[in-house]
């Protein structure tokens, strides 16, 4: 088969995903809210208490401001994995409630906590990806006119699938405020108390505790250590960091409280993990 054994092409906001043989484990950060939809193969997504797998002409939203781990497997017979992923920025979420204005959005909707959501098997979802593969092996590049009305088919799918999904995509936070998520997933290091975060995004100290329940089940401290372990992980497992230097770079300061609560979500002390 001529082709390299990965391939990933970005178009704007589309991104299209082939590779052959090996299979993929990633941990991802979600900076925006996603379609993905599988050619070929199978993607599992796996987050703390929830799982979900989309198999071959399955489709999924991602909401933003998770990390989730992905497992991607090749085709048994074709040995192929392929992918198309369409990613829907804020300033695109923004223009499209503001052309279609707030009335036509739904007057109760509650914001889900999972992060991803599955999307049924629908003709406009078929139809959506059909004109979207053609791409994977063309050296045709899509004009700008014709990414931007797949990314709305894409959001009009969303859209169609659940009403609740509302709440995640049109939630625009105050001019001032600053998105919460995203600032301490770049601050997540520093020893910001509570009282700063607040203030850093543009919130009172209730209004950051109030909009946190919103979009995670954990407190924004148990967030934060649930965050720093994770990048620790990486660093000792991955990148072969010591255990000193691991635990500094993500913001920890005492080795025996570091290896205790790693012990705890890891099931091994951080020495034996390299």
Not at 18 to 26: Q, R
Not at 142 to 162: A, F, H, I, N, Q
Request: aromatic share 14%; hydrophobic share 35%; charged share 25%.
């Amino acid at each position: 088969m001529d082709m390299e054994d990965k391939h990933f092409t970005n178009y704007s906001n589309i991104f299209l995903n082939m590779k052959v043989m090996e299979d993929t484990v990633c941990d991802y950060g979600i900076p925006e809210h996603c379609l993905i939809y599988v050619f070929s193969g199978r993607v599992d997504f796996n987050e703390p208490n929830h799982a979900v797998t989309i198999k071959a002409g399955e489709c999924a939203f991602i909401r933003k401001g998770h990390r989730i781990k992905m497992t991607k497997y090749s085709d048994e017979n074709t040995h192929i994995y392929q992918s198309a992923l369409l990613r829907f920025p804020r300033k695109f979420l923004l223009e499209y409630y503001r052309h279609h204005g707030d009335e036509k959005f739904p007057g109760i909707a509650r914001r889900s906590k999972k992060s991803t959501l599955r999307i049924p098997s629908r003709p406009d979802v078929t139809s959506l990806f059909e004109s979207i593969f053609p791409y994977f092996n063309s050296s045709v590049v899509p004009d700008e006119e014709w990414l931007e009305m797949k990314l709305k088919e894409g959001l009009y799918v969303v859209l169609k699938s659940d009403t609740d999904v509302y709440a995640s995509l049109f939630d625009f936070a105050e001019p001032w405020k600053i998105d919460m998520l995203g600032f301490m997933e770049e601050n997540y290091m520093y020893d910001l108390s509570i009282e700063e975060l607040a203030a850093y995004t543009g919130r009172s100290l209730t209004g950051f505790k109030n909009d946190f329940r919103k979009v995670s089940e954990l407190t924004p401290q148990k967030w934060i250590i649930k965050r720093r372990l994770e990048a620790a992980h990486e660093l000792i497992v991955n990148q072969h960091c010591k255990v000193n230097e691991a635990m500094m770079n993500v913001g920890f300061k005492n080795l025996s409280h570091f290896s205790r609560i790693y012990k705890e979500t890891y099931g091994i002390a951080p020495s034996f993990n390299r």
